[in-house]
């Protein structure tokens, strides 16, 4: 098993969060922790999950990075986080 | 204007010419604007004919299919064929209507969170919350259909917003984005790779039509001189006659190719994804090869098998920038091509009944390389991919990842209405027929004159063959028995049918097949125990292929 946290912005769009939660359980991770906040400008959804499974990080990144709404994915320690540092941190799209 | 017009005009704008559809309470703004456009609209018989139709249209042409119902259950009824275009990546749209906006969320009549149960199956989806968004929302649906690794899209539109007037807000972006081409490091690697290697082998996907790579795929072949496997979507990108052309690999591929991926140094994926009906074994597959991937959608790279060189982005770039003379593999060229003489198909079987492969083989050579096949899933399945002769994988239609029995019938009528001219043939089967059997309504109203080969052995034939083989002959809900006459079934809904059952009859049915200038139905019945050989069985590796001889030996024991 192994465990990891994904820090993710994608576009606030019908169903967005829903969309990456229903493939990270498609792709058999276990979620351990959730964290979603607007951005300022109102346009993102900044997100931080905790997951846990037997496969590859890289599974799950590869799968949320092509949805059509994601900017942005990326693999941080869980205390690397926060509004600062999210503010920061420009859209890809 | 209003924002069903908005809809239909953005449509038109996209070039679409066929619609699939049934229509319902909450789409009938739809096609009231429909009255007054130039798209024309095919009614099917049931939704799912709809997206399945529209998905072999797709297949068929490279366009984007499009397919539309109501809410609620037309809505639900499309979902098997959106799953079956997501598992294939075959580029759609469908719309659906809604209920009105104040309504959603109330469980209303006809209500069902479409955009919520199509999540897992589409590559996004929309749901309309204004008139004057939805030229926008059409425009990039398509863009998403067909862009990169194509795939469906659904746009849900609630009937208040369909009837809302507006101003038309004219949105252009039908463009398709560019794909990136792959690395010159991973190519440069790649070459190196392809120079050491004495046992390459090439595994052709899908990708490769999809990605309108054909020529540069044969150009990279006839180059390199790389002996080719095919998956079943990847049948035709390599001639079935070419030299190099091993046959299909996988569950039921050929001694040949699956020998030579097992036994290769080199692997290289074009345009495939490692599917476990490919592969078998996963950790048995391929053991003593390098893997080179070459696909456009970065997650299908080392999600089953760690690829040494992965070669991400357009393909056709990819392809002609690896064409490079490998003279080192000339012996293994030569062995992989000399056991495909040697293991090449015997249609010379014992008994008098039709022997389906037989029948296939006889009529992929009179029908020619314009025909176009659709068939269901299931042992006739197999057979076509095993024994028609396919020139380019756009003449194969047929469901791939999903197996969606009744796709068949539907997916002809949406390649005969792209290619009104073609010799359209759905090969079927007892079990699978039935499951969109009322299409043939369909037919008759079009007088699409496809052509059906129906292969009748009375049970579930593949389910059958399993449980023979894999669970001790315990024979559990195969048995088809009771079929209806299948011919009488056809006449009564207007499509000419026959029976044939000898084998000495084959030659003189596909003549009267192919001579009738409408629809028409071939009845063919075959041996009940008849199976497809060789198998390789579940969990095993394609190292551990059953053939027909063995197993009748072992049970001569």
Same mark, same amino acid.
């Given at each position: ?16 969060? /829903? ?53 942005? /994915?990326? /693999? ?18 | ?5 908005? $809809? ?9 010419? $066929?619609?699939?559809?049934? &229509? ?10 429909? $009255? ?11 939704? *799912?004919? #709809?997206?399945?139709? #529209? ?20 809505? !639900? ?23 009105? =906006?104040?309504?959603?969320? !109330? ?10 149960? !199509?999540? &897992? ?8 919350? %204004? ?20 795939? +469906?899209?659904?746009?849900?539109? +609630? ?70 496997? #095919? ?22 591929? =050929?001694?040949?190719?699956?020998? @030579?991926? *097992? ?8 345009? @495939? ?57 000339? +012996?293994?060229?030569?062995?992989? %091509? ?18 389906? +492969? ?22 006739? *399945? ?10 380019r994988p756009s003449q194969h239609l047929s469901s791939g990842g999903l197996g969606t029995m009744g796709y068949g019938l539907p997916a002809a009528i949406g390649a005969q209405l792209a290619f009104p001219n073609a010799c359209v043939i759905n090969v079927s089967g007892d079990g699978s027929i039935m499951m969109n059997l009322q299409e043939l309504a369909t037919l008759r109203r079009y007088d699409l004159p496809v052509k059906i080969v129906l292969f009748d052995n009375r049970a579930l034939g593949m389910v059958r063959q399993w449980q023979e ?58 041996? *009940?125990?008849?199976?497809?050989? &060789?198998?390789?069985? &579940? ?19």
């Amino acid at each position: 098993m192994i465990r990891f946290t994904l820090q993710v912005r994608v576009k606030q769009s019908e169903g967005a969060l /829903v969309r990456i939660l229903g493939v990270t359980r498609r792709r058999r991770f276990d979620l351990l922790h959730l964290t979603a906040d607007t951005t300022e400008d109102g346009h993102f959804l900044d997100i931080q999950m905790t997951v846990r499974a037997d496969r590859a990080e890289n599974t799950l990144v590869r799968q949320i990075e092509k949805l059509e709404d994601v900017s942005q /994915v990326e /693999v941080v320690e869980p205390d690397e986080i926060g509004g600062e540092r999210r503010a920061a941190r420009s859209s890809a799209r | 204007m209003k924002g069903a017009e908005f $809809l239909v005009k953005a449509l038109e704008h996209e070039g679409v010419e $066929l619609i699939f559809g049934y &229509p319902g309470g909450a789409i009938m703004p739809v096609y009231d604007a429909l $009255l007054d456009s130039k798209i024309r609209h095919i009614l099917v018989r049931h939704e *799912q004919a #709809a997206a399945l139709a #529209a998905d072999g249209y797709a297949r068929a042409t490279g366009k984007v299919g499009v397919c539309m119902a109501t809410s609620g259950p037309g809505a !639900t009824n499309l979902v098997t064929g959106i799953a079956n275009a997501y598992m294939d990546s075959v580029p759609m749209v469908a719309i659906t209507g809604q209920v009105s =906006t104040a309504l959603m969320g !109330t469980d209303a009549f006809q209500e069902v969170d479409i955009f919520g149960i !199509t999540m &897992p199956v589409v590559k996004h989806s929309f749901l309309a919350k %204004t008139a004057a968004e939805l030229p926008r929302i059409v425009h990039e649906a398509f863009r998403i259909a067909r862009s990169g690794r194509p795939g +469906p899209v659904l746009i849900d539109l +609630p009937k208040d917003i369909a009837n809302t007037v507006a101003e038309y807000g004219f949105h252009e972006d039908a463009t398709s984005e560019e794909i990136a081409e792959a690395s010159k490091e991973s190519i440069t690697r790649a070459i190196a790779m392809m120079r050491e290697s004495r046992n390459p082998v090439v595994y052709a996907g899908g990708g490769i039509g999809m990605a309108n790579a054909l020529e540069e795929f044969r150009t990279f072949i006839d180059k390199t001189r790389i002996p080719v496997v #095919a998956t079943l979507k990847g049948l035709g990108a390599l001639p079935t006659t070419h030299e190099l052309a091993l046959g299909m690999m996988g569950m039921h591929g =050929t001694k040949t190719a699956n020998h @030579a991926v *097992q036994t290769c140094d080199l692997l290289i994926c074009v345009g @495939a994804r490692f599917d476990d009906r490919a592969t078998g074994r996963l950790n048995a597959f391929a053991p003593n090869a390098k893997v080179i991937h070459l696909d456009v959608d970065r997650a299908e790279v080392s999600k089953l098998r760690r690829a040494d060189v992965p070669v991400i982005g357009n393909l056709r770039h990819a392809l002609k920038a690896l064409a490079c003379k490998l003279p080192n593999i000339e +012996p293994w060229r030569r062995e992989c %091509t000399t056991s495909k003489e040697t293991h090449a198909w015997d249609y010379d079987a014992p008994g008098t009944e039709v022997y389906a +492969p037989g029948f296939l083989k006889s009529l992929s050579d009179r029908a020619g390389d314009d025909s176009i096949v659709a068939c269901d899933v299931g042992q006739h *399945q197999m057979w076509v991919a095993q024994h028609f002769h396919f020139n380019r994988p756009s003449q194969h239609l047929s469901s791939g990842g999903l197996g969606t029995m009744g796709y068949g019938l539907p997916a002809a009528i949406g390649a005969q209405l792209a290619f009104p001219n073609a010799c359209v043939i759905n090969v079927s089967g007892d079990g699978s027929i039935m499951m969109n059997l009322q299409e043939l309504a369909t037919l008759r109203r079009y007088d699409l004159p496809v052509k059906i080969v129906l292969f009748d052995n009375r049970a579930l034939g593949m389910v059958r063959q399993w449980q023979e083989l894999f669970h001790d002959k315990r024979y559990s809900e195969v048995d088809l028995s009771d079929n209806p006459d299948f011919c009488r079934v056809a006449e009564s809904m207007g499509i000419p049918a026959f029976r044939v059952e000898d084998r000495a009859d084959v030659s003189g049915a596909i003549d009267r097949l192919l001579a009738e200038p409408g629809p028409v139905l071939a009845h063919v019945v075959i041996h *009940q125990e008849a199976n497809v050989w &060789p198998i390789v069985g &579940p969990g095993r590796s394609n190292s551990e292929m059953l053939h027909q001889h063995e197993v009748a030996r072992e049970v001569a024991r």
